[in-house]
């Protein structure tokens, strides 16, 4: 058995206000309770909410204290992500992870901001891959990433065996959401810590999944913090022998006989991807994508209510 103890932090972002003292209130509130844990995950946009005229230098003196309190701590963590500005003006959405011994061991950002609604978010084209020592390797994603499976396929390919996945979702697609984080669980046969935020933050309902896609553990809409020990043997076993005996999911993709042109653009094998139009908000009485041309006259005339003709011995008021 390889246990290794995670802990998921769902508290409540302000958008106005830094969060970072809340945090590090709360990580020290983890630790009393919980001494065991070792690893500590906060939501996405954390610490200074998100909006992106807090956006913050890639090297600043927030990321300096997260570090402290990594070292105080003994623990690896991951505090959420912040905007982050780089000196030609561009934002991106940025995550940290930081070793137990203090140390900046790896800086990620977001690849698929949630367009069209982040507009003028950059995207970022590095993958996010550490290994604990003696545990196992980790992986980290941030919110929409996970809705593109080619993320965490290229994640899984390269040996993670747990993901890391801050969220801030407040919106009503949370369900689906869900449902996709234990889909990659089991797709790619890996623990998924999927951790909201509260108010500007998200909805909360942040939960960890394990390889075989059961929900070990799910929040409701209030602050939170849920330390799980997981088994990275069950992730090795699973890979090895397929869930409960059956698919061999990684295996069967390595020995593929498919390369999938769709990743070629130049195949042309995305010619009906061009026809869903330029990727941008809809506004009140878009009909984008029905297809239907309804005269203007049908939506202004009343409709016309036919005539009923009563039953043998019957009248229409009895």
Known sequence: MTPFAVAGIQMHVNALQPNVDGML??????MARFPWTQMVLFSELAPFGPLPKYAQPYANETVERFQAAALKHKVWLAPGSMFEKTPDGRIFNTAHV???AGELVKSYRKMFPFRPYETGIEAGTEFCIFDVPDVGRFGL???????FPETTRQLTSQGVEVLLHPVLTGTADRDAELAIARAT???FQ???FDVNGLGAGGNGR???VDPGATVLYQSAGQEDMFPIEIDLDQVRRQRETGMKGLGQVLKSFRDRSNDFSIYDRASGTDA????????EIPQQGNRSGLHLDVPAEALSSEPEIPAVTPLP???LSG
């Open 25 to 30: 209130h709360r990580l020290d509130i983890l």
């Open 190 to 192: 890996c623990y998924v």
């Open 206 to 208: 942040s939960c960890v």
């Open 98 to 100: 930081i070793n137990p």
């Open 313 to 315: 011995g019957k009248t």
């Open 141 to 147: 994603s941030i919110c929409y990433d996970i809705w």
């Open 185 to 187: 669980a089991a797709q």
């Open 272 to 279: 009906y991807l061009q026809t869903l139009g330029p990727l």
